[in-house]
């Protein structure tokens, strides 16, 4: 039967996630908490939380565990949030080998603390662990983490629409050697950070720059991971970006300088006026996001045909110029959903008027996330 763009296959990934989780009370212990001599004051604690943007301000703990070659994972604690101790001969400084994840905290109405598939991220952790030549964590001891530091962290959990308690787990090659060889002792750490908007305008549509001389990933790199290497080739391309005065940089693929992949930290969707969806399919260069797989089953469960394709950037903006093409959003755990307004490369620029698209997809996901909605997925896992 042709694709009608409505069945859903699971992808390995999707699989591996949506492993039953043991409850937090059975793994938080996992994790040892160390006492904190100095937490924040009540009066720096309500100044850090009156005003949130993205990734400015840190709660009072962070996870830690050490891997090392024949002891495995050990010393798991939940420790104050703050400096590092770090030789600077460690591998991570010099060859760059880390992965992490993004992932929110939410407060619901009742005062209890959810997250949002965190088996997801788990299981992609482990992945960008493989790719990277990291050890791989047992997933008790990643929710472990989670639950532990937001457990300490429970006033770091704000309140206000559109806030969360942002969760960083990440590992890093910590071993101290020059030599270029997959490390023998790693560090990782979960900190967190109450955020607001990742983009300060909110649902206001971000304009878009496609960038015609840089490449994010190449066949058989590490695209598909979410390791550092891929953001840090991301900054010089968006600052490009950023002169030109758009808001974020696009990517194409590497091949055949083509085929739209995605904005660096976030995945991309085209709506189209027959009421279908495309988002950029699975090449193996660019990372499988968890709201990009949220929104192609909510979408397809809503009777809404996604396609999985390459976006020709060429076909696109004809489309969009045509009026075949409605609407484009851009989506990621920090991010949530938010309308594209502009897309522009060297040759050429066109705007896209609406946003009542990204906005429904924006209040289902949000209306999940936040306890509003009901979760007929089973993607909310309770914190606290
Ligand atoms: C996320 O969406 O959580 C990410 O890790 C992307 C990053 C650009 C903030």
């Not at 990734?55 to 495995?72: E, P």
């Not at 797989?293 to 394709?309: C, H, K, N, Q």
Request: charged letters at 25%; one cysteine or more; hydrophobic letters at 40%.
């Amino acid at each position: 039967m042709a694709n009608d763009g409505l069945k859903h296959t699971p992808t390995e990934l999707e699989t591996a996630g949506s492993r039953v989780l043991p409850p937090a009370d059975d793994v938080a212990a996992r994790f040892k908490v160390l006492p904190h001599p100095n937490l924040t004051s009540e009066a720096d604690w309500k100044a850090a939380m009156s005003d949130l943007k993205f990734g400015m301000q840190f709660s009072d703990h962070m996870a830690r565990a050490i891997w090392t070659v024949g002891r495995g994972w050990h010393d798991k604690e939940i420790v104050p949030y703050g400096p590092l101790s770090l030789s600077p001969a460690a591998a991570i400084l010099h060859y760059g080998q880390e992965i992490f994840e993004g992932m929110k905290a939410y407060r619901h109405d009742d005062g209890s603390i959810w997250t949002f598939r965190p088996g997801y991220n788990a299981a992609r952790f482990n992945a960008s662990a493989r790719r990277l030549a990291l050890p791989e964590i047992p997933v008790e001891d990643f929710i472990a983490s989670v639950v532990q530091v937001v457990r300490e962290d429970e006033r770091w959990v704000p309140t206000g629409e559109g806030t969360s308690l942002y969760l960083r787990p990440f590992m890093f090659a910590s071993e101290p050697f020059l030599g270029v060889h997959a490390a023998r002792e790693n560090t990782y750490l979960m900190i967190a950070s109450p955020v607001g908007a990742y983009f300060e305008g909110g649902m206001k549509p971000v304009s878009i720059w496609v960038t015609r001389n840089f490449h994010r990933a190449g066949p058989g790199g590490t695209g598909a991971a979410k390791t550092a290497g891929n953001y840090a080739s991301s900054l010089l391309p968006q600052q490009e970006a950023a002169e030109k005065g758009f808001d974020q940089v696009c990517f194409l693929d590497a091949r055949e300088e083509r085929y739209l992949e995605e904005l660096g930290g976030m995945n991309v969707f085209v709506v189209r006026k027959d009421g279908s969806v495309v988002t950029s399919k699975l090449t193996g260069t660019i990372l499988e996001g968890s709201t990009r797989s949220a929104i192609i089953r909510m979408l397809r469960d809503r009777g809404t045909p996604v396609f999985e394709s390459l976006i020709a950037l060429d076909e696109l903006v004809d489309d969009i110029r045509k009026g075949e093409v409605t609407e484009m959003f851009a989506c990621g755990t920090a991010a949530v959903v938010t309308p594209i307004g502009r897309l522009a490369s060297e040759d050429f620029e066109v705007e896209l008027g609406k946003s009542d698209f990204a906005v429904s997809v924006y209040n289902q996901l949000t209306g999940i996330q936040n306890g509003h909605e009901p979760d007929p997925y089973n993607w909310l896992y309770r914190l606290a």
